[in-house]
């Protein structure tokens, strides 16, 4: 998967790409992401790349013409190349901005998302971005959750991590994606390791019996538990 991501704090991302497992994938060759400073695309001579709003009201807003031109450099450059195929077809990049307005992520989004071949991430500061922006060249919003940050990057690594991680061969054997936390609309079951007993509390004996069968009917019923109790609306699902 390729991801390109469009913002102006560009040095926000490299703490976060370039540890564990997205530095791995990006090694292997699983994941390809560019990062762009929207400020070299604005052709205003001081870089300028927001303005006061129309209407009046406070902040600033991101303005048109240097994400306009990020995208279409971005969309030209690779078609130059020959774009990504896929299924014997050129495929478009899905452009995505961050933003409290929009869709929910959940992990039945993520799935989605880590099915396509080319992301492009916008990541909005201040009061936003210009509203043409969003009908010309936004294929979707999404939204970390019920709060207002200052800016769209921590999302978009919040995004990044959560899709990366469902591409095929990006976890290695240390790291699984079975029986984790929401797959059949569960919580997963409690994990113990080393020591079987610390401060006096003792792992559940199942977990020590070697009877699988038990085992695996334990961690059923716990995740059932655990569900019931925290996240009785995912059961009902
Ligand atoms: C201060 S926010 C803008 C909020 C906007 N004025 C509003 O009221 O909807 C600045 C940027 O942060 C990002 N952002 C903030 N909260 C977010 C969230 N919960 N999920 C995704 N992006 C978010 C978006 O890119 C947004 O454009």
Redesign the pocket.
Known sequence: MRIDILTIFPRMFEAVLNESILKRAQKKGLLKIYVHNIRDYSLDKHKKIDDRPFGGGPGMVMRTEPIFRAIEQIKSKLSAKGGFAHGGKTKKPKII??????EGLNQTLAKKLSKNKHLILL???????DERVKKRLVDSE????D??????EL?AMVLIDAVARLIPGVLGRKESLTDETFQDNLLEYPQYTRPAIFKGMKVPTVLLSGNHKKIKEWRRQQAIRLTKQRRPELLEE
């Open positions: 901005l961050l933003s409290p307005q929009g990541c909005g500061h201040y009061e936003g971005i999404i939204s970390i959750g709060y207002v940050l200052t800016g769209g999302p």
